[in-house]
């Protein structure tokens, strides 16, 4: 099930600041370098596929770019009663961007069909209604047999699917 982001005084200062071990009682951790290396087997290579598309320009991009950082990956949607969840999440990231965090949103119609629209009617949503800035990608499967191959990755690593939309995933600057 979706949870919102911990709001404690300090908690991600922490996180982002510590480059220590997330507890993982609480979030799904995976190796960093399976994250990167999931659609090539050069991790120079720039990787193809809907995990790897960003709407805005139509072209693949690597995710070995995020190496290093803390990741916060979300399955989204836009007509979800956790869509407010945008604000949060931009707000996050703004805050902590300069410090290594990326939010990474991937779009799904999975639940509820609550994401029906283009990508670029999506990336115009997320932008114009929520401010987003942080990197969104192709809209995607995430639980069919055709599943975005990032999160069958996040899925078989964790044990963890998403439930609903607004799942999320924390990966630290060690993949650890």
């Not at 982002?16 to 995976?30: E, L, M, N, Q, W």
């Not at 995710?63 to 990741?71: E, F, I, N, S």
């Not at 961007?97 to 990474?104: A, F, H, I, P, S």
Request: glycine residues 10%.
């Amino acid at each position: 099930m979706s949870t919102t982001i911990p709001a404690a005084p300090g908690y991600w200062d922490a996180i982002i600041g510590s480059g220590k071990a997330i507890d993982t009682d609480k979030y799904f951790v995976i190796s960093s370098d399976n994250l990167v290396n999931l659609n090539a087997k050069d991790p120079n290579v720039t990787t193809t596929g809907p995990a790897t598309v960003n709407p805005d320009t139509g072209k693949a991009e690597s995710l070995c770019q995020y190496q290093g950082k803390v990741l916060l990956i979300v399955n989204t949607a836009s007509y979800c009663g956790y869509t407010h969840q945008y604000e949060g999440l931009e707000a996050l990231y703004h805050k902590y961007k300069d410090r290594g965090l990326v939010v990474l949103g991937f779009p799904t119609n999975d639940f509820g069909e609550q994401e029906p629209g283009t990508n670029q009617e999506i990336a115009e949503f997320c932008r114009l209604t929520y401010g987003v800035e942080f990197p969104m990608f192709e809209k995607s499967s995430i639980k069919s047999i055709k599943a975005n191959p990032l999160f069958g990755e996040l899925i078989s690593r964790t044990g963890q699917a998403p439930q609903w939309n607004f799942h999320k995933y924390l990966v630290d600057r060690d993949g650890n």
